[in-house]
């Protein structure tokens, strides 16, 4: 980063201080936060709080929210760019610049044409919902699920395919790397994962992960951001070379956290 980017970061700091009591009481309520260092809970509660200035937040009319509530859905966004720059941190939110959120899943009517020209119609009900140049939708229902070192985030699922959107539009699992990263070693790792999921379910047996992450390459890297972050141990047990390049990329390591975590703290807390 820059001076001047430095310099311009720290005058924003200074005009918007962080609310220091709201603060403490969302890493004391969110057990995804456990296990995080004093310097890097001050570093993730200022992102955070940035977070709030930068993405609009729309929130269905009956629904108030504290303070902390807005503080912990910025938390679980923020929390995935930790180990990066300021700087790269505010970049990687991309092009986002609304997060919406709805009541429960939703349910929307879908057509697509095959490779063979028929149609296809069916419902598709989702948790959320991401797409190039357009808002984060969340369903509140999932947000209040999501928090938890149980393996399903919704917050980081949907803001891991705005990272796979960085680089290119294409939303393909691949999001821009690192220089330290090469691309084809990204793409040999997850490919060996993809086709080991796809085998696991060809065979007709129950899959470690979310088979969910089987419909799509972007899904899989969606799904594995959420287990990265939140079932650390089980995605670094079933795929540990894909465990290790996203350690790589994340600049973290959310297993040495994790380790930390006393059982009877890994459940979720619901948001005040
Ligand atoms: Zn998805």
Redo the contacts with the bound molecule.
């Keep these: 980063m820059g001076w001047w980017q430095e310099h311009k970061w720290q005058r924003w700091q200074a005009r918007h201080p962080l609310p220091d009591a709201a603060w403490r009481n969302v890493h004391a309520n969110l057990p995804l936060l456990a296990g995080l260092s004093e310097p890097m809970l001050a570093r993730l509660g200022v992102r955070s709080w940035r977070v709030l200035f930068e993405l609009r937040l729309s929130l269905p009319r009956e629904l108030e929210w504290s303070i902390e509530a807005h503080l912990e859905l910025a938390a679980q966004i923020a929390l995935m760019s930790l180990g990066w720059s300021d700087h790269q941190a505010l970049a990687s939110l991309g092009d986002t610049r609304e997060i919406i959120v709805v009541p429960g899943a939703f349910r929307r009517h879908v057509q697509e044409l095959d490779d063979f020209g028929v149609m296809h119609e069916f419902d598709d009900e989702?948790a959320?919902?991401?797409s190039w140049g357009g808002p984060v939708v969340l369903s509140l229902e999932d947000i209040e699920r999501s928090g938890d070192w149980h393996g399903f985030n919704v917050i980081i699922?949907?803001f891991?395919?705005k990272l796979d959107m960085t680089g290119n539009m294409a939303v393909d699992g691949q999001p821009a790397l690192p220089a330290h990263i090469d691309p084809k070693t990204w793409y040999d790792t997850f490919m060996r994962a993809w086709d080991a999921l796809q085998d696991t379910l060809e065979r007709g047996e129950v899959p470690a992960i979310d088979e969910?992450a089987a419909t799509h390459p972007?899904?899989f890297f969606?799904?594995c951001c959420e287990y990265f972050f939140s079932a650390p141990d089980l995605l670094e047990g079933v795929w540990p070379d894909l465990y290790a390049l996203l350690v790589r990329y994340f600049g973290q390591n959310p297993l040495e956290r994790h380790r930390l975590v006393p059982e009877h703290s890994r459940v979720t807390t619901p948001l005040g």
């Design positions: 989702r959320g919902e991401t699922h949907e891991a395919h969910y972007s899904e969606a799904v």
